[in-house]
């Protein structure tokens, strides 16, 4: 396994002038120009990830990254950790909403053990895992920081392992809301009640109890903003550093990452700041948000990383979901542009 800085070194900025020259060959097309709308803008930053003006669209990946949550002793989840080795499972077997999506859309998934705290016993799924679950970062750090780096440096790999023209994220891990959360809050600088969301439907009781978890979290480690790996190791889940790994390795393949739901949105805000300097606008360049989910405090996260959805899923827990309604409604048009 190769160090993070190796990686973050091969990362290059986009061309100038590629999408206007997109542009242009959309608005030859037999359309009122900018009739597609989100579209054209989707086509717009394919071609500007792939560096090139004929941008491809038919090889389709998702990674579902699933890890547990130390902090789910916390009482912060309407579900124990256990259901994470069954949603695993599911996943494998072909059973969830992502798989069925993922059929009608000619997109492969991969479901990636980063840190599940219980046994998976049964194949079809890629084991990397960091640890069984994270601490609980209400008493302490979640991870250490070697722990931190090997999750994103894990998600780099795997996806430098496989051919793909688009990735797209996903996650699995009861609890990781609320870690989700901690990530989010230190980042944007906002407080807890104003990113933390209900998860699987906590009640009220529930709900305010996640808020007290994430706001003690944060003042117990005091996770440094200006360091992404340090908030990663303090507050965060193996999961989100795998997506992190894989946002940063899409940009390294001069590939397009689309980002689906909340946890992911995490993953990718780690991911931001981790980029060399000369090159940290690659956020746009080589990455999407595929909609805003019903977790209404996603949007809290999105305006605070500039970053607008491509479309409206109004999905609540997604797991990659929005990602392949977005392109399997817009792979018609795609295309067009050659």
């Known amino acids: 396994m190769k160090s993070l800085e190796h990686y973050l070194a091969m990362i290059r900025p986009v061309p100038g002038g590629l999408s206007g020259e997109v542009q242009r060959r959309l608005d030859l097309q037999t359309k009122p120009q900018g009739s597609l709308g989100t579209l054209e803008r989707l086509v717009r930053a394919l071609a500007a990830a792939q560096w090139t003006a004929e941008p491809a669209c038919e090889k389709k990946i998702i990674f579902t990254m699933a890890a547990?949550?130390?902090?789910?002793?916390?009482?912060?989840?309407?579900?124990?950790?256990?259901?994470?080795?069954?949603?695993?499972?599911?996943?494998?077997?072909?059973?969830?909403?992502?798989?069925v999506l993922a059929k009608h859309a000619g997109c492969s998934v991969v479901v990636v053990d980063m840190g599940v705290a219980?046994?998976?016993?049964?194949?079809?799924?890629?084991?990397?895992?960091?640890?069984?679950?994270?601490?609980?970062?209400a008493k302490g750090p979640a991870m250490s920081r070697e722990q931190a780096q090997k999750a994103i440096v894990t998600g780099i790999e795997l996806?430098?392992?496989?051919?793909?023209?688009?990735?797209?994220?996903?996650?699995?891990?009861?609890?990781?809301?609320?870690?989700?959360?901690?990530?989010?809050?230190?980042?944007?600088?906002?407080?807890?009640?104003?990113?933390?969301?209900r998860g699987t439907g906590i009640d009220d009781a529930a709900f305010a109890r996640k808020v007290e978890v994430v706001r003690r979290g944060i003042a117990l480690n005091k996770p440094d903003p200006k360091d992404p790996l340090d908030v990663l190791a303090k507050v965060g889940g193996f999961e989100i550093g795998g997506i992190a790994g894989l946002v940063l390795a899409a940009a390294?393949?001069?590939?397009?990452?689309?980002?689906?739901?909340?946890?992911?949105?995490?993953?990718?805000?780690?991911?931001?700041?981790?980029?060399?300097?000369?090159?940290?606008?690659?956020?746009?360049?080589?990455?999407?948000?595929?909609?805003?989910?019903?977790?209404?405090?996603?949007?809290?996260?999105?305006?605070?990383?500039?970053?607008?959805?491509?479309?409206?899923?109004?999905?609540?827990?997604?797991?990659?979901?929005?990602?392949?309604?977005?392109?399997?409604?817009?792979?018609?048009?795609?295309?067009?542009?050659?």
């Open 68 to 99: 547990d949550h130390g902090v789910a002793e916390e009482g912060v989840s309407a579900y124990p950790p256990s259901v994470t080795a069954q949603m695993v499972a599911n996943f494998v077997r072909g059973g969830a909403a992502v798989n």
């Open 118 to 137: 219980g046994d998976l016993n049964f194949a079809g799924y890629v084991d990397a895992k960091v640890a069984r679950g994270t601490a609980n970062f």
């Open 159 to 197: 996806a430098l392992d496989h051919d793909f023209d688009l990735v797209g994220t996903g996650d699995m891990g009861i609890a990781n809301t609320t870690s989700s959360a901690a990530v989010g809050s230190v980042l944007t600088g906002r407080d807890a009640a104003e990113i933390a969301g």
């Open 252 to 338: 390294i393949k001069r590939k397009l990452a689309v980002v689906d739901g909340f946890i992911s949105t995490a993953g990718a805000m780690i991911a931001a700041p981790a980029a060399p300097v000369p090159v940290r606008k690659w956020r746009r360049e080589y990455r999407e948000t595929s909609g805003m989910s019903t977790f209404r405090r996603r949007g809290v996260v999105i305006a605070a990383s500039s970053e607008p959805p491509a479309s409206t899923t109004g999905g609540g827990v997604q797991a990659a979901s929005g990602f392949l309604m977005l392109f399997q409604r817009a792979g018609s048009h795609l295309m067009p542009v050659k």
